[in-house]
């Protein structure tokens, strides 16, 4: 379960960063009084257009950054208390995730199990499930470097699900990836989703959206202008089609923000 | 804690040790480094100097003189050649152009003035650009002089102490050790600050500025650890691999004062005695807190910095920040004392230099140390709240 209420995030920034930016201001709002609540067992997706606060979201959820305000709790741990625990049962995934290059996915997802505290017997285990699942094991000795792109992001699935994570955080996980990679990933979610698992995923592609989630957040300007489930979302449609809505709500959330 | 720390120091090591770049920096550089500069240098200066020593000199001659004594003292060596010619203007291209070592010009009454005890010069021609410069002509013409001293001594009935009326006999208090370390001891600590910090350097760079750039480092930042564990198993390696370096670079220059020949027996005595179990262990004390300290210096300018082609074009001129305070401990006059404990860098030379004299100020060496440990804790807690910051991380 991950609980957001009322999160805000403002970035201080330097003169450098205003300029770039175009503000006067040495303070960015980029998340204003965000709310939603990602059960288990369901998905929900967090759908907007580039800089509209999504990956800031999950990064505070993922812990990499801390909010200005509110409050973020992950399996009932509050993240501003807990970060250490609350990051044990989590996994975190995006398209452009890096990786050790000069280690092999053995060495890789050892480490990462270790860090998670988990021991070798448990590490082999889990690692000898996933490689099999995931077909693996041809490529479990080569240095990460030397693998295509979809060997890597089997490497990058490895490590994030190794210690059994009960929330999976994905940031945009098909970005990048060609079809049959982005077909794993899409494999993944469904997967943690049958088991049980809190999974949340931004995204800025309606199709995705719409093949997976159960429940739906619209994200513009860090604010939040839809959150319910994504049955509800279609009842509600003014268009026929999910995009064409989509751009529907993000324009007229413009409209009121000029007027 | 501990246990993530230690898993983080393992997966780093393995992960520095594949890095070839490190490698060639942390350990091929100051292994070979000595080795191949002494032995090349050496190899070089012997065979210009063999060549030299057997090379028939060639001198050109030219003389107003009609007496020719001391043409005929040339004559006769061995191994001279006279090339007779005209004019003294010719003398210099053809020096120049290395078709004769020397040059030699004698004026008119020369010899007369010798006979009649006056004072008179001649002129040799010679090129400072060569390694031998003019030590076989001086020496030739120091033998010939000799002659005609102890020929007019003898004619007097005089002897060599009508000239030279007392020698001076020489008494150094200073062991050859204590000289070897005052003058030349300077150089050891200022080379293993310089690879210590080199050593340190791409290390330092990989771990923080490659993990950002390769994106890497958010996904460890979502793994449950803290901060500060990520921050002392990273600053450990990159101390680590300073301290490696730095040590490799000494095993490297002793290896090649082995290898190198021509150094006399004293000092190679000297330099090997060096070695001592009591020198290394004043020489660790001084160097981890060193290198945890370079690994302050480093880690937060590597954090802050965006590529790896950033983060050298910030750390490199540091380099230059770290030899100059090496370099001032070279300069002779600056001694060691309770002043100069407290400067970091210098006080590691002056250090340096007394332990391997002998001649360590224990209370001031104490001072050094504790000066370095505290350093190192104000960079360890410094590089704790850089890290800290996000906006230094996700820059």
Known sequence: MIEVSNLCKEFHLNKKQMQEIGVKEKSLEVLHDVNFTCKPGRVYSLLGPNGAGKTTTLRIIATILRATSGSVKVCGIELNENPSDARAKMGFLTGTTGLYERLTPNEMIKYFGKLNGMDDKLIEDRKDRLYTLLGMHDFANKRIGKLSTGMKQKVSITRTMIHDPEVVVFDEPTSGLDVITAKNIIELIRDCKDQGKTVIFSSHIMSEVDLLCDDLGIIHNGRILFNDTMENFRKQMHTDNLTEEFIHIVTQSEERVQA | ?395
């Open chain 2, 1 to 395: 804690m501990l246990k993530n720390i230690i898993t983080i120091i393992k997966k780093e090591t393995l992960d520095t040790l594949r890095d070839k770049r490190t490698i060639i920096v942390m350990v091929l550089v100051p292994v070979l480094v000595f080795p191949v500069i002494f032995i090349a240098t050496s190899r070089l200066q012997m065979s210009v100097m063999e060549r030299e020593q057997v090379r028939s000199l060639k001198i050109g001659y030219v003389s107003e003189d009609t007496d020719t004594r001391i043409e005929n003292f040339l004559e006769n060596q061995e191994k001279v050649e006279l090339v007779y010619m005209d004019d003294a203007g010719e003398l210099e291209s053809l020096i120049r152009s290395d078709s004769l070592q020397y040059g030699l010009f004698i004026p008119a009454g020369f010899a007369r003035a010798l006979d009649n005890l006056e004072e008179t010069s001649l002129k040799v021609y010679f090129s400072g650009t060569r390694l031998t410069g003019k030590d076989r002509i001086d020496r030739l013409l120091a033998q010939y002089e000799n002659g005609i001293i102890n020929e007019r001594l003898q004619e007097k009935e005089l002897t060599q102490s009508f000239i030279k009326p007392f020698r001076t006999e020489s008494v150094n208090i200073a062991t050859d050790q204590e000289m070897i370390g005052k003058l030349a001891g300077g150089f050891l600590p200022y080379l293993f600050i310089i690879f210590c910090f080199t050593g340190a350097m791409y290390p330092a760079i990989d771990l923080f500025t490659g993990e950002k750039e390769r994106r890497t480092m958010e996904t460890l930042l979502t793994a449950p650890v803290s901060r500060i564990e990520i921050l002392v198993g990273k600053m450990f390696v990159i101390a680590l691999t300073g301290l490696i370096s730095a040590m490799l670079a000494i095993f490297g220059l002793f290896v090649g004062l082995q290898v190198s020949a021509g150094l006399p027996d004293f000092i190679m005595s000297v330099v090997m005695g060096i070695l001592t179990f009591s020198f290394v262990i004043y020489l660790l004390l001084m160097l981890i807190p060193l290198t945890i300290f370079f690994a302050g210096l480093l880690v937060p300018l590597t954090i802050y910095a965006k590529t790896f082609k950033e983060a050298q074009s910030i750390v490199t001129p540091l380099t230059f920040i770290v030899i100059i305070p090496a370099a001032l401990g070279l300069i002779p006059g600056v001694e060691y004392n309770a002043v100069t404990a407290l400067i970091p860098i210098v006080n590691i030379t002056l250090a340096t230099k007394e332990v391997i004299a002998g001649t360590i100020h224990l209370p001031h060496y104490l001072l050094t140390v504790v000066s370095l440990v505290g350093l190192a804790a104000i960079s360890v807690v410094f590089c704790a709240k850089w890290f800290g910051k996000e906006s230094n991380i996700l820059r």
